[in-house]
């Protein structure tokens, strides 16, 4: 039994209401210990007055350097004394998950047993970086609650200038989109690079993403500086039965509607079974007795909106592989950038294709490390040095796909332009 | 004092042995999804097997007893297993279409809402607030709560034009993230500079350093080296309080919500998009934000409406405009919805292309 709890009204006022309230829970684990029925005093505080009352500091645990965040109280009485003691100290331990954030019961059990013993009873699942978050832990607990996590074959995860937890989406484990096998990317990449993520020494943070198609279900595109994303090369695969059903389920206004007219790049026609075209590039599949649909694959994106909404109708193609994407980031310092095209496409199959990957990452670690300002993401970094130096530290081969037009001004010195056409067209004969 | 143990630097775990065993079996081999009801999706292998995965919404802020009333209930239904979405939502995978009424009835009776497939809205992403975070002007949690009690219907019945994905963001560093509806703190005052402080507690050049428009300086202030801030210049963007606390940005009255929309990661007909702002000056008003409510729902009222079928936030105004985007949701278009930051006239009309 732990002490009585603080008069909350605003908080009170959280637990109504058809979504599952927060408060609720906290108040449940209030029952037990005095940390969190001081965490409540603390918070409920906060919302009278709309101020914020937690400081960082240094807490760690033996070996490492990052992957806790230290919170210390900063609501004080007039003689410096915490106002809530028993959650003066309410640190985070970021966990990083199995990729896909799948679990069996008997590891949230043994999770739930350990932030029992030794924590607030609150665990964050999860956080915006994709973070377990053990959330609320005295100074003293932090060591003991991290060698039992440790013990369950659970590594800590990144905070501060460090390689960052990393993020896939569901994949392979049930998603018929996918394009390559994003857990094993996820862990080629992130295990070989574990020393960044634990002694944080880099400029600002760095983030890996990992999507299995350019729907992009984790958002790496914005939110990472290295975005994986799954694509295909060859044509769209088709099946006719899928196709059918669609139509038989929707109709002729759908299919116009909701598939054709929406292929941004007009790369979808309809036409009667007797005009279709044929070609090497041409997808086709028939809706019924009389149409049929087409698609051509070099006007094609892979935007996957046709997928998207005729599932098993069209799947990706055969030749599958990722494009690889850098510089995304939020708004500090110059505003949010998008992560853009350096890799248009790479095979991620074989053994060789994922050591190849996992070069490139660490080569993009390096060249960061060394370049970067501090507090520099790579985003900003790409920006101030322009893509060109960026695609030329790594020994990346400069692509039309990189641009979404030309240089539509004058200003670049272009005195070494036959020696550039020339490296060109010796990477075209030799591909 | 014990022995510290060196950590064990395992990295990410092999997710195969946490992985539902369909899962696992069909790993790589999925050829087919639909979506049969709210909440419900179906997926099918190439070996024929099926299954069926309900999702549901939580606090995200989890308890122990909802964690292990968690486990009790996969234990039951889902063959001990769960995953979780980067939006916080649970999913349980079931083998048979006779075992997902009965989990969805359970799931209801302990207040999960089974729901966020598809064309609804899902959960919200969002950061710690003033749960955990170092320096948030509003809660996360509580606001997230609040606006789900609100949009709970549009969680459980996937009657959008398309997906929509909101986040909130406790100050406009957006740690929430893009999204078609986006809720981001702005604030309105320059910092109010605790001059007593700041030369122990910051270092002052990477403070200076931080500020985006170079309105911070070092000075002596009552004989003590600070910082002081051209106010002129300032666009009290917040970015010296993290470096510099002494630099106190929030403030309980001019600390103000502004909502900004068409965020999308999606590659799916557009390219990507950045979210764009629409409203502000709301007041941060705990415990319920009901402003904040009245223009979110508004936004999606009008959006539910007007949309076509699989046009996300963007897609739709891109096809109506800007202008009458503003128009339909009543929102006033001011001085301040014209960028005037880095790259900021290629957002601007540069053709006659205009809707009357």
Known sequence: MAKKLHDTPNLDQLESGPWPSFVTGLKREAQKRDIMVDLLGQLETSYKTKKGYWKGGTVGVFGYGGGVIPRFTELKDENENPVFPDAAEFHTLRIMPPPGMHYDTATLRKFADIWDKYGSGLIGLHGQSGDIMLQGCSTANVQPAWEEVNAMGFDMGGAGPALRTSMSCVGQARCEMSCFDEAKALRTIINANVDDMHRPALPYKFKFKFSGCPNDCVNSIQRSDMATIGTWRDNIQVNEQYARDYMKGHGMDKLVNDVISKCPTRAITLRNKADAVSGDSVSTVAVDDQHVMQIENHDCVRCMHCLNVMPGALLPGKDKGVTILVGGKSVLKIGATMGTVVVPFMKLQSDEDFEQLNELSRNMIDFFAENALEHERTGEMIERIGLVNFLEGLDLPVDANMVNHPRANPYVRMDEWDEEVEKVNERKAAA | ?356
């Open chain 2, 1 to 356: 004092m014990a022995e510290l143990r060196a950590p064990d630097e395992c990295g990410v775990p092999d997710a195969a042995p946490f992985m539902h065993p369909t899962l696992l079996k069909n790993y790589g081999k999925w050829v087919f999804h639909s979506h049969p009801k709210p909440g419900v999706l179906y997926h099918r292998a190439e070996s024929g097997d099926e299954v069926w995965t309900v999702k549901f919404g939580t606090a995200r802020q989890l308890d122990l007893y909802t964690i292990r009333l968690l486990c009790d209930l996969a234990d039951k239904h889902a063959d001990g297993h769960m995953r979780f979405t980067a939006r916080s939502n649970v999913e349980f995978m079931v083998t048979s279409e006779s075992k997902v009424d009965p989990l969805i009835k359970e799931l209801n009776s302990h207040g999960f809402p089974v729901g966020g497939t598809a064309n609804s809205v899902s959960m919200i992403a969002h950061t710690q607030g003033f749960l955990h975070c170092d320096i948030p002007a509003t809660d996360a949690s509580g606001v997230v709560k609040a606006l789900m009690d609100e949009l709970h219907d549009e969680f459980i019945k996937c009657e959008m034009p398309n997906r929509v994905k909101l986040s909130t963001s406790c100050c406009e560093i957006n740690c929430g993230g893009q999204a078609d509806i986006a809720i981001i703190m702005q604030h309105t005052k320059p910092p109010r500079i605790n001059h007593d402080l700041v030369a122990n507690v910051c270092e002052r050049p990477s403070v200076v350093a931080r500020c985006p428009v170079a309105a911070i300086r070092p000075a002596l202030v009552n004989g003590k080296p600070s910082l002081e801030v051209d106010e002129k210049k300032c666009i009290c963007c917040g970015a010296c309080f993290p470096p510099c606390p002494p630099m106190q940005i929030n403030d309980p009255e001019n600390s103000k919500v502004a909502i900004w929309v068409g965020g999308k990661n999606s590659n799916a007909r557009s390219k990507p998009t950045f979210h764009k702002l629409v409203a502000a000056g709301l007041p941060n008003n705990a415990p319920r934000w009901p402003e904040v409510a009245a223009v979110v729902k508004k936004i999606l009222a009008v959006y539910k409406a007007d949309a076509q079928p699989w046009e996300r936030m963007n897609d739709w105004i891109e096809r109506i405009g800007w202008p009458r985007f503003f128009e339909k949701t009543g929102l006033p278009f001011t001085k301040f919805h014209i960028d005037d930051w880095r790259g900021s006239r290629t957002t601007l009309n540069a053709s006659t292309h205009i809707r009357f």
